[in-house]
């Protein structure tokens, strides 16, 4: 069939290519075709010859094709690709004009497609999610790639390589990939930072051509850049490697390397100079760069630049100026950006095809680099075609891309010598008329109103803008004509009057007449006249078409309703009516007056909506001399024949009685009208004819216009069929129309507009043209019904005056329309005679659906048949009769309630609950609540709603109305309701609105909106109001809960309890918590509070050894004093300890020390009490008294080994503290005691080398100095020493054991290997076991010698090294006296204190574990009642297996006790016996600790020779008096034997 077209017309202007794609045209390889995508379809034009020719179309995508490329491969030069928005690709046959196949298998938009040109059947394309379709159509293979996540913007296969194609990205990015791969990407070449527009291959294989330019000096070749894969693949084609041009947005374009993967040369688009394109200089345009390497010239590139203009580089020149000029004569160029390039060699010529946003398409000669032919092509429909009285063969050409095209068909050197005209049109062209006189003098009028004059003749008139009226219509003007004048120009008076006015009709249906000498003059509405000559009252109709009889006689003007009606100028005087379309006319022609026959003069033929042409004979007319006017209903003659609505009418000037019509069915149909016979059908367009006109010139052609964008040259005697298409062909043309694509809104980059102009958005893409028209057509217009051509259909509203004029048709599908609400918008056009209608069928049908209307009842039965109508009517006149006659009886209209609309105000009302009713049965109640607002019945409106939960925000807008109680009450409901839906600060704010301040915040706050409700509190009551406090308590609280402190704080600092504030900031408990808690306790005046918090935050700080920030937070209170010293003493004392053990292993927090300078020669405590006069301002007595009080004030729990060494180190350092102050005050029985306490506190936590160290930097020389200082009648303070001497030998003690001399080393080690260790381990574990249970002290103690004796802790191992590097070898005589030392620790006294303390301390462990063995079986027997005797059976067992009442003391004392269990008096007894032992020692015995005696006698024996024999004798007497333990009889064993 296109086949057939193409032969059918002689002459095409095709529609639009498309814009904004990469590749959408091409060249055919024989040279023979040229190709480009336009809208949905392909146009091919014949290229062979030296002036283009129309060859035919592809059909059959469903949406915008966006790609489009010819296989070059040998002898396959007629198949050709394209892919489309609708998802697929097809491959056509362009000899046939026919699809080969097709295949979707992309899952997103293609925005790029190419034939490969080495395989023949591969076609490569890509979408915009990065998807590459790899399809072999003759196998139907396909492969899919995906290099790159991001969009792609063009394609290009190597032309040398079959498996290489390059990709451009839209963000710069170009990657080249081998499709023969797994790893499929060889290069990623980054350099554009912008979309790329076009690559193209170097048709010449080899990188030699190129001399080194800019790039290659310059760049280092990034690491991007180098191959991904190490080397590639050793083929010779990649090997040789070819260039690959690239050009982007960002208006560059470079030249690529291959082999390298790098830039070798980077073009900067030059600013070239505009020569006079026809461009809107207000429009900023956007740039497309398109590059295309012509075939055979390796070294040239042509792309295109920022205007239009083409570029020819030459890549071999250096320097700044490397391009040409295509294009050298006034208006060559293109006026818009350049999309695609192509070239083709024919003969000895390489010509280049290019397509522009200016939608002409131009070949150019490269070898002289000349404009050869440009081809014009339409944007939009064609809705008017004219051609010019005066220049005969001129034709104006009226498109919907907002520009006029002239189209001069006569030149002889160039067929298709057109000129565009765009200034200040702006919108679609959809009326035409030229002057009948005046040469070039062309009127225009648009879709948005506009009417104006255009002087297309005068050779400036190129770039001259149009008059324009300064009458605009309110809506698209359908006609323009020229005639005489009429009043009230035609009444002279004003010197002289133009001979000719123009005359516009618009789709709100009225006629201006314009001066065309004064077009910013007013222009005049005809129907003034009308109604004034004719003395006309009722209202006139809606105009649709005017037509001057072309001697100015006689006016005709088409109506809305289908009638015509004739007026005589120059008065206009009504002459008659012709009743007989009933449908809105579309067309009216007079016939020409230069025949053979000067009646036919008088035929006038129209077209309407109905299919059916009417031509009518009214020369009876003119020349009947009757006053008033005459009615016509029948016809002269009638054309039957098309399906679908008539949109334009020409005569044939050759012939007479010779009629062609163009019609919606999409042909165009020749008519000899006298013998009322179709003569030959035109079926060329692919879309519904919009425009039609007779050749002036030649007898035989036609030119007709169409919404498929293009205006077709026909001859009439060519055609096949001669009467428009019926029954099935019909069909087939109304499938070819609904397949044109449905407009929906583009993803892909807009374009500001279609046209020079810019302005009609919704020509975007080239082909969406029209939108409005194509959504009528899905909502449902059929064609039969409807619109004045094409353009109506881009009116709804027209559509709906449409509507309201036809009450007869049943047929019409009055649901499909969404009508404007005319009521509520108060925008009915002037011609609607009553409400929109429904569709009419039951009312089930208006379930669920909201109706157009608010009384859809009273539409509905107004929609009826015709009779039921007509009985309507006569009801309604006897009922107003009747009312007439007797004024109080309302009429009975029976069972016709809605004719209520027409009678009195009972019968309304009873209308409008009818309808209330309907709306409340379909789930309408907001209408409902409408009419009753309408009625005056808001009361039970505002009740009924409330009590269905249905208020609304506009219900209570407009409750005031029934007055100020029931507003009250309407918003109390409606907070209810808002409460039960959840939306409690809208409740809120209702309440708010009645003063009902108490009631919101107390909604708010019970759902936990405290926020709001304290903003309303604080705005809304007094300051002192107890509900603001009780808010921020509670929500204080919640906060709380949840863990938000910080904002707790604010709530109770704003309910003014600082105290509550202070108390939940420090709740978290870290450092900064607890120092803003202090700082806030503080500045609120809790001191003591802001103390404890202080000194709590200082100890975190020293934990984290950051001393210089606790002495800060210190700082702040006086009462702290005496804490800032035990810091400072603490800091001091670290250093040391650090200086003298330095440690292997780097803390994860270096130590925050201050910088203080220390006097080292000094002891340690003189040392102290410097810095603190130094650092700490402490000088006068009274501050070292008032410190001692608030450091004695404090008491530590006693350490265990469990306490954390550095807390340890801490109380250490508070008891230090105190000796120190004791130094100062030289009270010496306090100082002993306290530094007997930090030796007893590091001794008690199991830290022996923390005791060895105190003891060597408190008491370097021993406690003979302190001795000499006590009074020695005091008894207390003299144990207190021997307590500390005692200590100070243990340490002394280990030490020698730990440290013996070098000779003696070896023997040492063969005694205490073998024999020691084990033995000495096995006690010491025995007796950690059963220490568990006794005294503190030996608790301690046995730990001590755990730990210490078997060096298990790493604390005895850095301990040993430490000592081991410290002393050197100790003289034995030196050892001699230190052993004498030792003395002190054999107090026999003391040993047997211990052993009672001991024994005590073994019974009450064993009377501890028989209770709580007696608790646990007591537990079981409950549980067994309780119903679970499995478990706690197994409980039992395992617990009686290990904790049997003798377990522990059958460790103490040898197995052999096992077997007699100890009763509980037998204890007792045991306890007392043991506590009167305890009794007998004396008090000043036990108030200070002591080494454990029989340890020591132990070591001093382990120690062996060196020691002096009477301490050896001492040492084995106490063991053999005192050893009786278990553990004390194990470990002696060896000396006792």
């Known amino acids: 069939m296109a086949a057939a077209a193409a032969a059918a017309a002689v002459r095409v202007l095709p529609a639009s290519p498309n814009w904004y794609s990469s590749r959408c045209s091409d060249a055919s390889s024989d040279g023979r075709l040229f190709g480009f995508a336009a809208r949905h379809r392909v146009c091919l034009l014949d290229v062979g010859a030296t002036t283009p020719a129309f060859y035919g179309e592809l059909i059959g995508h469903t949406d915008r094709i966006s790609g489009f490329a010819f296989c070059h491969c040998p002898g396959q030069s007629s198949l050709c690709a394209s892919s489309s928005d609708d998802g697929s690709v097809r491959i056509w046959d362009t000899e046939a004009l026919a699809p080969v196949a097709e295949y979707s298998l992309h899952q997103n938009a293609i925005s790029a497609l190419h034939w490969s040109p080495l395989v023949k059947d591969l076609i490569v394309s890509g979408d915009e999610k990065g998807v590459i379709v790899c399809y072999w159509h003759n196998r139907s293979d396909s492969q899919q790639f995906f290099p790159e996540p991001r969009t792609i913007f063009c394609l290009t296969c190597s032309p040398h390589h079959e498996n290489l194609v390059a990709i451009g990205y839209k963000d710069g990015m170009v990657v080249i990939i081998d499709i023969s791969r797994k790893r499929e990407v060889l290069h990623r070449l980054r350099g554009h930072d912008d979309e790329i527009h076009c690559l193209a291959w170097c048709p010449v294989p080899g990188e030699e051509r190129l001399s080194l330019s800019q790039d290659e000096l310059q760049v280092v070749p990034s690491e991007e850049g180098k191959v991904p894969n190490g080397e590639l693949t050793q083929d010779t084609t990649t090997k040789k490697g070819c260039y690959l041009a690239s050009g982007s947005k960002d208006q560059t374009i470079r030249i690529w390397s291959c082999t390298r993967g790098r830039s070798i040369m980077t073009l900067k688009l030059p600013p070239t100079k505009r020569r006079g394109g026809a461009v809107d200089p207000a429009v900023k345009e956007r740039i497309w760069l398109t590059v295309h390497w012509p075939s055979g010239r390796s070294t040239e590139i042509v792309s295109s630049c920022f205007g239009g203009e083409l570029l020819l580089w030459d890549l071999t020149q250096s320097g700044k100026r490397k391009w040409t000029l295509l294009g050298s004569s006034e208006g060559q160029n293109h006026s818009r950006i350049v999309f695609n390039l192509s070239s083709v060699k024919r003969h000895d010529k390489e010509l280049l095809f290019s397509i522009s946003m200016d939608r002409d398409v131009k070949c150019w000669d490269l070898s002289t680099l000349d404009c050869s032919w440009t081809m014009p092509s339409l944007g939009g429909f064609v809705y008017s075609l004219a051609f010019s009285p005066v220049d005969t063969g001129c034709l104006a050409i009226g498109v919907g891309d907002s520009m006029i095209r002239v189209w001069n068909t006569l030149s002889m050197n160039n067929i298709y010598d057109v000129k565009t005209f765009w200034q200040s049109i702006k919108s679609k062209v959809t009326a035409l008329s030229w002057h009948p006189t005046k040469e070039g003098c062309l009127a225009f009028g648009t879709d948005d109103g506009k009417v104006g004059i255009f002087d297309t003749f005068s050779s400036s008139a190129k770039n001259k ?18 005639g005489p004048p009429t009043p009230p120009l035609s009444s002279g008076g004003e010197g002289e009057q133009p001979s000719v006015t123009l005359y516009s009709c618009a789709g709100e249906g009225i006629v201006f007449q314009h001066n065309p000498w004064k077009l910013n003059g007013e222009a005049n509405d005809i129907n003034k006249v009308i109604r004034d000559t004719n003395s006309i009252k009722h209202k006139l109709p809606a105009r649709t078409e005017v037509s001057w009889k072309p001697d100015g006689r006689l006016l005709a003007l088409g109506n809305e309703d289908g009638s015509i009606e004739i007026f005589q100028a120059p008065n206009l005087k009504l002459l008659c009516t012709i009743q007989q379309h009933h449908k809105l006319i579309n067309a009216i022609r007079w016939h020409h007056e230069h025949g053979s026959q000067p009646e036919l003069s008088y035929l006038i033929a129209s077209g309407s909506i109905n299919a059916t042409i009417y031509v009518h004979n009214l020369k009876s007319v003119v020349e009947s001399t009757s006053e008033s006017p005459l009615t016509i209903t029948e016809p002269f003659r009638t054309l039957a024949g098309h399906t679908a609505k008539i949109t334009s009418l020409s005569w044939s000037p050759h012939h007479e009685g010779r009629l062609v019509s163009a019609c919606y069915d999409g042909t165009a149909q020749v008519w000899d009208v006298m013998k009322e016979e179709p003569l030959c059908n035109y079926r060329g367009h692919q879309g519904r004819l919009l425009s039609v006109q007779w050749s002036p010139v030649d007898s035989d052609s036609v030119y007709t216009g169409a919404d498929d964008f293009s205006v077709h040259k026909w001859h009439i005697s060519k055609q096949e069929h001669t009467r428009p298409p019926q029954g099935k062909k019909s069909i087939e043309l109304e499938k070819k129309r609904s397949m044109q694509p449905k407009v929906k809104a583009k993803k892909k980059k807009k ?59 049943s047929a019409y599908d009055y649901s499909s329309f969404s009508f404007p609400k005319p009521f509520v918008t108060q925008k009915a056009t002037p011609v609607k005679k009553d409400p929109p209608k429904e569709k009419p069928t039951p009312d089930a049908s208006l379930k669920k659906r909201k109706p157009r209307s608010i009384l859809p009842f009273s539409t509905f039965m107004d929609h009826r048949s015709k009779d039921e109508l007509h009985q309507d009517c006569l009801r309604l006149a006897t009922c107003l009769k009747t009312k007439d006659n007797n004024e109080d009886v309302s009429p009975d209209l029976k069972d016709r309630i809605h004719l209520g609309l027409f009678t009195d105000r009972t019968s309304l009302h009873k209308m409008i609950d009818v309808e209330g009713k309907h709306h409340l049965e379909n789930g309408h109640p907001e209408l409902f609540q409408q009419l009753m607002l309408w009625k005056g019945d808001m009361k039970g409106v505002l009740q009924a709603a409330a009590e269905r939960g249905e ?38 704010s209702h309440l708010l609105s009645i003063h009902k301040v108490y009631e919101a915040v107390e909604l708010l706050k019970v759902n936990h909106f405290y926020r709001e409700a304290i903003v309303i509190a604080k705005a809304r009551l007094r300051p002192e109001d107890p509900i603001l406090r009780d808010l921020y308590t509670s929500w204080a609280a919640l906060l709380e809960k949840d863990g938000h402190y910080s904002m707790a704080a604010k709530c109770y600092l704003g309910a003014s309890s600082p105290y509550d504030a202070v108390k939940v900031l420090a709740k978290k408990g870290d450092v900064t918590s607890l120092k803003t808690a202090a700082e806030l306790a503080l500045i609120s005046g809790e001191e003591e509070l802001s103390a404890t918090l202080s000194f709590r935050c200082a100890q975190d700080l020293l934990l984290s050894r950051n001393w210089v920030g606790a002495q800060e937070v210190l700082q702040q209170h006086k009462t702290l004093f005496g804490q800032r010293l035990v810091f400072c003493l603490n800091e001091l004392l670290c250093k040391c300890l650090s200086e003298r053990n330095p440690c292997d292993r780097k803390s994860p927090v270096p130590p925050c020390y201050h910088s203080w300078e220390l006097n080292r020669e000094a002891s340690f405590f003189d040392m102290v009490m410097e810095v603190w006069q130094n650092a700490l301002g402490m000088d006068t007595t009274e501050q070292v008294t008032r410190a001692q009080e608030q450091l004695r004030s404090i008491e530590h729990p006693p350490s265990t080994g469990n306490t954390h060494p550095k807390q340890v180190l801490f109380h250490i350092s508070h008891d230090l503290t105190l000796a120190a102050l004791s130094y100062q005050t030289a009270t010496w029985d306090e100082a002993v005691k306290s530094i007997l306490g930090a030796v007893t506190r590091s001794y008690d936590a199991g830290n022996f080398t923390l005791m060895q160290e105190i003891c060597s930097i408190i008491l370097p020389e021993g406690c003979d100095n302190l001795r000499h ?122 040993a047997a204190l211990q052993n009672t303390q001991r024994d005590i301390a073994k019974v009450q462990q064993v009377l501890a574990d028989m209770i709580r063995q007696h608790q646990q079986q007591r537990n079981n027997l409950q549980e067994n009642t309780n119903g679970s005797p499995q478990e706690s059976n197994l409980h039992q067992n395992s617990e009686t297996e290990s904790d049997k009442p003798c377990s522990d003391s059958s460790q103490m004392n040898g197995k052999d006790e096992v077997k007699e269990p100890i009763t509980l008096p037998e204890l007792t007894k045991q306890l007392l016996k043991a506590k009167q032992k305890l009794a007998e020692f004396p008090d000043n015995l036990k108030v200070f600790p002591f080494p454990d005696v029989l340890e020591c006698c132990l070591v001093l024996l382990h120690i062996g020779s060196q020691h002096p024999p009477e301490l050896h004798e001492q040492a084995l007497d106490i063991l053999r008096k005192h050893g009786s333990a278990n553990i004390y009889k194990k470990a002696g064993r060896r000396f006792l034997t």
């Open 951 to 988: 208020l609304t925000d506009q219900l209570v807008a407009i409750s005031p109305m029934v007055g100020y109680q029931a507003w009250v009450w309407t918003v109390e409901a409606f907070a209810k309701q808002l409460c039960f839906q959840e939306q409690y600060v809208k409740a809120a």
């Open 1269 to 1390: 200082k006590l009074d020695s009648t005091n008894t207390q303070s003299m144990d207190a020493c021997r307590s500390l001497e005692g200590f100070v030998a243990y340490v002394l003690l280990y030490d020698l054991w730990w440290n013996p001399p070098k000779d003696s080393l070896v023997l040492q080690k063969a005694v205490l290997d073998p024999v020691q260790c084990p033995s000495e381990q096995i006690a010491l574990e025995k007796s950690y076991v059963s220490g568990q249970s006794s005294s503190e002290e030996t608790l301690e103690q046995t730990a001590v010698e755990m730990d210490e004796n078997l060096c298990d802790t790493t604390e005895v191992h850095r301990c040993e090294t430490e000592s081991d590097s410290r002393t050197s070898l100790v003289s034995l005589v030196d050892r001699q006296s230190k052993l004498n030392g030792c003395k002190v620790l054999l107090s026999e006294e003391i």
């Open 465 to 482: 803008p149009p008059q324009i009226s300064s009458t605009y219509h309110k809506k698209t003007v359908y006609t323009l004509a020229w």
């Open 751 to 809: 374009p500001v507009g279609k046209s020079p102009a810019k302005q009609d958005l919704s020509d975007v893409m080239n082909g969406d043209e029209n939108a409005k028209e194509m959504l009528l057509e899905e909502n449902g217009v059929s064609d039969h019904e409807g619109e004045k051509e094409a353009q109506e259909a881009e009116l709804p509203d027209k559509v709906s005056v449409i509507v309201s004029k036809d009450t007869s048709s």
